[in-house]
């Protein structure tokens, strides 16, 4: 028996446990047996499920055992324009750019505590009926000029000419007012200004928006403009429907993300709220 400074050692305790001293120790664990007909016999990872051929992992997969002979996958032309956003591969929508700063003509009707998010001249297609009523004019009085020339009737020519002179005054003026009407967005409201002699401002609140839509024809759509229907709270309604505003559904998302997210609005400007009264 040892001295009662040697530690005690439990019966079978120190067979179980690896010696340091000994290389050739070992378990005497079935588990770690390699015959062939031990029912715990060491199973290489080619024998597991995860490397069955039918899990895709064979040769004809493209996974070849030597990683020098990888395959890389081939993926088509269209595949890959799948994955943009145009393809509906779920990618970031795009945002048309806007100046961040307003112009002059805008910036008279905001006030200080205001964030200005943009302004937009309506399409061009609202000057479709002048234009065209300019053109028509002038090919009529055109023929009508020459035709009384070869009658030699030559007072009859001058009114027609003053006439033509008459149409295109009014269809300048109709372009010059198109030019300076503009619909406005910022964080607190919207307006549409127009006029060149008398101005008018017409506004709505985005707080008292109960419904809003915008509504394309067909040549809308393949021209891209639409019209706005504003509904409010209040009975009346300065601002109701605006027509022939472009691109209507990059302006729709606009006007309900700053309703609903002004605080995301804040975060791709890069601007912060501070001094913001909203």
Known sequence: MGGPAEPH??????????????????????????????????????????????AGYSDDAGYATDPGEFEAPIFTQE???????????????????????????????LFPTERYRGEWKRHWIHLSGPLGIGAGATLLLGYLAGFLTRQNVDGLVTVAVLIW????????????????????????????????????????PLLRVTDMKYEQSALGRMLSYGT?????????????????????????LRVVEEMYEPQAVEARLGKDGDGDDA
């Open 9 to 54: 050692e439990p019966r079978g305790e120190g067979a179980g446990r690896p010696r340091d001293d000994d290389e050739n120790f070992g378990y005497n664990d079935p588990a770690f047996d390699d015959d062939p007909d031990s029912p715990r016999r060491r199973r290489t990872y080619s024998d597991g499920p995860g490397f069955n051929p039918d």
């Open 79 to 109: 595949e890959l324009e799948g994955l943009g956003p145009e393809g509906g591969g779920g990618g970031p929508r795009r945002v048309l750019p806007l100046e961040d700063e307003p112009t002059t003509l805008v910036a008279r009707y």
């Open 165 to 204: 002179l008459a149409v295109i005054g009014w269809v300048a003026w109709k372009v010059f007012d198109w030019y300076f009407d503009r619909f406005i967005l910022t964080n607190k409201r919207v307006m549409v200004v127009n006029g060149i002699v008398t101005r008018k401002v017409a506004m709505m």
């Open 228 to 252: 706005f229907v504003l509904e409010s709270a209040g009975q009346d309604q300065a601002l109701r429907e605006v027509k022939h505003l472009p691109n209507p559904n990059e302006l729709y």
